[in-house]
């Protein structure tokens, strides 16, 4: 044998190396295709096939020796007649210029979440553009992965707490018909505080789900009142300084009701603290700053104001410039200057105003 020949390199198989990068796509579960540098469909894999076959595909060869880019600008240049048309070209758009990007070595990788309904239900795909070096030049692999079951769990999990969240409220509601029913003055307290709290919370754009569990935990802040007696609750005159520490007890009291139960907020804390405050001057635990949760934060300015601006066993009520006074005097210090701000803004509003 000539020895030089034995030793020349073999040359690569182009039908063995597409042989083997068949087999490796088709061993995936998302929908590959791949694509070459002028985004002319090259390859796709088996889950590609399937998923075509199932769900009315037309393309000749499954879209093979069709190029990507051409079909996603046919798809958005299309004139929507309905709804879930114009959302298709919307996705081809988003969709045609991360394959550009990919392709131009613009970006490293293109991802969107998108829907796609099928025939029979609705899906949600992941799409990721990655690049794919080769001999002709820069290309890529377009995978489409199926989110349906995941997104329907999350359905599944968002129904549950949604559910619980019905649950928790109704416990909540029904602690405060109890409180009602034994003192009116402070359910009607608490409900007022609970609306100048979701004002405060709409102004700070605190997330739904969070703004919830606020409008719970301050609908029931004064739940501890309950050991209080009522004869110290409506009394017109000074109360003795026993007294006195008997009606401060009542954050303490509250907290210990409420932490037996598994809510999803932190309404024991908001309870336990809506009576601290900023400068660590407060009770019962004379918290300061980010100790206390910015809920009691809330809380804590709102029940102020409404306590000044509301008629009391032991005063009439005062005027709505003397509430802001006391917010003003205390801003950064005692009361929390962001919730501060946002109340004022609520009650500087016109419709707050004219209410």
């Not at 520490?245 to 210990?256: F, K, L, N, S, V």
């Not at 006074?325 to 701000?341: F, I, K, P």
Request: negative net charge; contains cysteine.
């Amino acid at each position: 044998m000539d020895a030089t020949a034995a030793s020349a390199p073999a040359i690569p198989d182009p039908d063995a190396n597409a042989t083997n990068s068949q087999a490796l796509i088709d061993a995936l579960t998302a929908h590959v295709a791949l694509v070459d540098r002028s985004a002319t469909i090259v390859a796709v894999n088996r889950a590609w096939r399937q998923f075509a076959d199932a769900n009315g595909g037309c393309l000749p060869e499954h879209g093979i020796g069709q190029n990507y880019l051409a079909l996603l600008d046919g798809m958005r240049r299309c004139s929507p007649h309905t709804a879930k048309e114009a959302e298709d070209a919307a996705i081809a758009r988003r969709v045609a210029a991360g394959l550009r990007q990919v392709l131009s070595g613009d970006a490293d990788c293109f991802r969107m979440e998108y829907p796609c309904d099928g025939p029979g239900e609705a899906h949600w795909f992941l799409l990721t553009i990655t690049p794919l070096p080769h001999a002709g030049g820069l290309g890529a692999v377009v995978a489409h992965e199926d989110l349906t079951a995941l997104k329907r769990a999350q359905d599944r999990a968002l129904e549950h707490s949604a559910q619980l969240a019905a649950s928790f409220s109704g416990t909540v509601n029904a602690i405060a018909r109890f409180i009602e029913k034994r003192d009116p003055y402070t359910a009607g307290h608490q409900q007022q505080v609970a609306r100048l709290c979701d004002a405060i919370a709409r102004r700070l754009e605190l997330p739904d789900e969070r703004r919830q569990g606020l409008l719970l935990g301050a609908s029931i802040h004064d739940i501890g009142k309950i050991s209080v007696p009522l004869d110290i609750l409506a009394r017109p005159g000074r109360l003795s300084r026993p007294e006195h520490e008997i009606i401060r007890a009542h954050p303490q009291t509250g907290c210990e009701i409420l932490e037996g139960i598994d809510f999803p907020w932190p309404i024991a804390d908001m309870v336990h603290q809506h009576h601290e405050r900023l400068d660590g001057s407060g009770y019962p635990q004379g918290l300061a700053g980010e100790a206390i949760c910015l809920e009691a934060r809330i809380i804590c300015v709102a029940d102020v104001f409404d306590a000044i601006t509301s008629h009391r066993p032991y005063r009439a009520a005062r005027s709505h410039a003397e509430g802001v006074d006391e917010l003003l005097a205390g801003r950064g210090t005692r009361y929390d200057s962001t919730v501060v701000d946002a109340l004022l803004a609520h009650l500087q509003a016109p419709a707050t105003v004219a209410a």
